[in-house]
T-cell receptor, first 117, second 110 residues
Framework: SAVISQKPSRDICQRGTSLTIQCQVDSQVTMMFWYRQQPGQSLTLIATANQGSEATYESGFVIDKFPISRPNLTFSTLTVSNMSPEDSSIYLC??????????????FGQGTRLTVV | AQRVTQPEKLLSVFKGAPVELKCNYSYSGSPELFWYVQYSRQRLQLLLRHISRESIKGFTADLNKGETSFHLKKPFAQEEDSAMYYCALSGSGGSYIPTFGRGTSLIVHP
């Protein structure tokens, strides 16, 4: 099973600034995922980060606001840019590993709790 | 499009009572269904998946394709079961980006 280290675990930021969240995996993975977890709402996929190519963003999320880096198969960063209070949320890094039937199991970092003031 | 619906945001029961957390899905192919759990101050982690047909911590979930449901059940809830539970779906055959429900917060009172 994959072990994911995510940092920072929490931060309080001023509006208009940017925060970069780091995600380190203990094994090489093709795809890494970034989610947002808002209170009372489902996990919302922000983007899929592939090594060597641009990230694929879901509807409602854009690269200018959430630039992502994926320099190698074990590391990714998500930046929340020009933050506003509406960006306050928990951000999660995740990877999938194959199960015994060709499906996958998701593994998660511990999350980054972001508060924008 | 794949979708996962958890109708209950909050489920509150007393210790020893039966628990059922509901999950319905929509998916055109053959899905893989999962339940993930997040205990207080811990990371989200897999609880069980339908293909394993296993019981974890007393919880079971049966995939009902006719009703497109994957409800999570436990006959006797324990206080330590209090957590956030997410139902998730991923497509088989390579389309495996999971879709999560909004989560159900289970509170088990002593």
């Amino acid at each position: 099973s994959a072990v994911i280290s995510q940092k920072p675990s929490r931060d309080i930021c001023q509006r208009g600034t940017s925060l970069t969240i780091q995600c380190q995996v203990d094994s090489q993975v093709t795809m890494m995922f970034w989610y947002r977890q808002q209170p009372g709402q489902s996990l919302t996929l922000i983007a899929t980060a592939n090594q060597g190519s641009e990230a694929t963003y879901e509807s409602g999320f854009v690269i200018d606001k959430f630039p992502i880096s994926r320099p190698n198969l074990t590391f990714s960063t998500l930046t929340v840019s020009n933050m506003s209070p509406e960006d306050s949320s928990i951000y999660l890094c995740s990877v999938d590993e194959l199960t015994d039937r060709g499906g996958t199991e998701a593994f998660f970092g511990q999350g980054t709790r972001l508060t924008v003031v | 499009a794949q979708r996962v619906t958890q109708p209950e945001k909050l489920l509150s029961v007393f210790k020893g009572a039966p628990v059922e957390l509901k999950c319905n899905y929509s998916y055109s192919g053959s899905p893989e269904l999962f339940w993930y759990v997040q205990y207080s101050r811990q990371r989200l982690q897999l609880l069980l998946r339908h293909i394993s047909r296993e019981s974890i911590k007393g919880f079971t979930a049966d995939l009902n394709k006719g009703e497109t449901s994957f409800h999570l059940k436990k006959p006797f809830a324990q206080e330590e079961d209090s957590a956030m539970y997410y139902c998730a779906l991923s497509g088989s055959g390579g389309s495996y980006i999971p879709t999560f429900g909004r989560g159900t917060s289970l509170i088990v009172h002593p």
